[in-house]
């Protein structure tokens, strides 16, 4: 078992791989029992954002990925993923959006989304209306720290993944936040929901009161890009269910990837796009664990 974590308030356990090995595939699997993950992000000037998150999602082994995203940056994503990833314009009608999104096993909201009143109201819907997990990032949760009620009435799982900023919007917290452990599960807690809070040593904190501070991960993962590849592989694996992780051990995943592209490129060259290429490596170590 892991060793606990003693940081300000309640202890909390740290994330070991022995605790979460990676499940092998069945010899008569088919993609239909990895799952099919819907991605909502993207806007002009973030196409980057949704491509980094779909690519990730796909390298962690989702069955199927649909990136849904405006039409007027369709032409540029659909270059960017141009194989893997189903890339979906956007219709004009919301209902439309909804019923694509219903059949997913797991939906990530936010990468590059932008902030706009369509946006919003998406953003909102899907929130309330989606039975399976949500993962909300970057501005999923700007737009869900004005309607913490959302988050609040939602019957499904939800993971929120902020960086402490975007906590601060969230929660209130002051800045800097001086017991992050404590902050995190306080918020888990009140919003019974899954939350992530990025950083050195990650704290993934659930509704029940259980944290987990990670160990892996390095300063060449602090750059734009790396949040967007952690939301397509917590998607991913999310979307997997029982052929996936817990939602720490997606935390640790991610982190690894970051080392092993340390090791490879150091952590001033390194980039997004090398850590969604060492994530079948890392995943590679903890299916030999299985």
Not at 285 to 290: N, P, V
């Amino acid at each position: 078992m892991s060793e606990p974590y003693t940081g300000p308030g309640r202890a909390a356990r740290t994330a070991d791989p022995k605790d979460f090995p990676l499940p092998r595939r069945p010899r008569d699997s088919h993609k239909g029992d990895y799952g099919k993950l819907f991605i909502l992000a993207g806007s002009r000037g973030y196409t980057g954002a949704a491509a980094l998150c779909a690519k990730a999602a796909v390298r962690a082994g989702a069955g199927l990925v649909t990136l849904a995203v405006p039409e007027d940056v369709y032409p540029i994503l659909a270059a960017k993923c141009y194989d893997e990833a189903m890339v979906w314009p956007l219709p004009e009608d919301d209902g439309a959006v909804l019923d694509k999104a219903q059949g997913a096993s797991a939906a990530v909201i936010g990468p590059g989304l932008g902030q706009g009143a369509r946006v919003e109201r998406l953003v909102l819907a899907l929130t309330r209306e989606l039975p399976c997990p949500v993962i909300l990032d970057a501005d999923g949760l700007n737009i869900i720290s004005r309607h913490i009620n959302v988050l609040d009435e939602r019957a499904g799982h939800t993971v929120l993944t902020p960086h402490e900023g975007e906590f601060a919007r969230l929660s209130g917290c002051p800045l800097p936040i001086a017991d992050r452990l404590g902050a995190a599960r306080g918020f888990a807690l009140a919003h019974r929901c899954t939350l992530v809070l990025k950083g050195r040593r990650t704290v993934t904190a659930y509704p029940g009161g259980d944290c987990v501070v990670n160990p892996t991960g390095n300063p060449g993962m602090a750059r734009g890009g790396s949040g967007d590849v952690l939301a397509g592989l917590l998607g991913a694996l999310t979307a997997q269910g029982r052929y996936g992780l817990p939602v720490h051990g997606a935390v640790w995943l991610h982190g690894r990837a970051g080392d092993l592209a340390a090791e490879d490129k150091g952590e001033y060259g390194m980039t997004p796009s090398d850590l969604i290429e060492q994530i079948p490596y890392a995943m590679k170590e903890l299916a030999e664990r299985g």
